[in-house]
């Protein structure tokens, strides 16, 4: 898997140094990776990895459907898309929230049926179970868990008679124990379990469905996470975090964004039922 992100990240700046500025876009791909004509719904797409891949799924030719609770993130990633030659919009929404995903589904297939969902939408949490309050685990699973069978359980009757591909965000957590990481290492577990759920359920209508197990990244949410939860320590904790992976650093959006491509292209049409951890040698490395 390594090999693959090497090659689309050196593939993507070739065809960037390749076509002027007022080309790039959607013919910045155009052969390897391409989602040309299709159609992806992502939601949390505002910032952080949600934005790379927006970002990185655009100018590989798809349209991108964006959901978000942050209106300013969410018009700031359509607006680059478009920008740069793409096709985007954005709908604001909670995803916790069923009706309100079932009225933007339904608006978005008014216009195109989807070929892609990214449900990458989540919040993260610190705690043991004797300090996490019942609001809070509701919280998280309402968020983490019952957002990703909302989009699961609205867009997939519109993707049987075609075929599709579904990717959801799960985490290292749900692999691993965490410490202090009780609540959201239990939705992380439970979106690996659906995952591989729909991929046997729907591998007959041609849906393939895997999920991407990030260990940390460096994002606005995590520097605003570690602002909130380590105030005053934030230089120690961000350097704490960075070095438990062996690599020595956090992953990058971008970084993720190339995997979630990769698996959502025609390239991997072989690839079901999986989860691909992409953690800095955290799970294998780490003495």
Not at 93 to 118: M, R, T
Not at 233 to 249: C, H, N, T, V
Not at 270 to 283: A, E, H, K, M
């Amino acid at each position: 898997m390594q090999i693959y992100l090497i090659f689309i990240q050196h593939f993507i700046s070739a065809q960037l140094v390749k076509y002027p500025e007022e080309h790039r876009g959607l013919i910045g791909i155009n052969s390897m990776f391409s989602l040309k004509n299709k159609t992806a719904i992502i939601t949390g797409g505002g910032s952080g990895i949600g934005r790379a891949i927006c970002l990185l799924f655009a100018r590989a030719g798809a349209r991108i459907y964006l959901i978000d609770i942050d209106e300013r993130g969410s018009s700031e990633t359509v607006g680059q898309i478009r920008q740069e030659g793409g096709h985007a919009e954005y709908y604001i929404g909670a995803v916790d929230q069923e009706i309100s995903v079932q009225n933007i589904v339904h608006k978005i297939i008014n216009n195109h049926l989807p070929d892609i969902l990214v449900n990458n939408a989540g919040i993260a949490h610190i705690g043991n179970v004797e300090n996490t309050s019942a609001a809070d685990f509701e919280k998280l699973f309402s968020v983490n868990v019952k957002g990703v069978y909302h989009l699961l359980k609205t867009c997939i009757p519109h993707m049987k008679d075609r075929g599709a591909v579904i990717l959801n965000m799960a985490s290292i957590a749900g692999l691993v124990g965490l410490p202090d990481r009780f609540a959201y290492s239990m939705t992380k577990g439970a979106v690996a379990a659906m995952t591989l759920s729909i991929a046997k359920d729907y591998i007959k209508y041609n849906i393939r469905c895997n999920s991407i197990s990030p260990a940390r990244v460096h994002t606005p949410f995590v520097d605003g996470f570690i602002a909130k939860n380590y105030a005053g320590l934030e230089d120690e904790m961000f350097k704490k975090l960075s070095a438990s992976q062996p690599i020595g650093r956090m992953a990058t959006p971008e970084e993720v964004a190339a995997l979630a491509l990769y698996l959502c292209s025609d390239e991997a049409s072989f690839i079901t039922g999986n989860d691909y951890p992409i953690d800095g040698g955290y799970l294998k490395l780490n003495d």
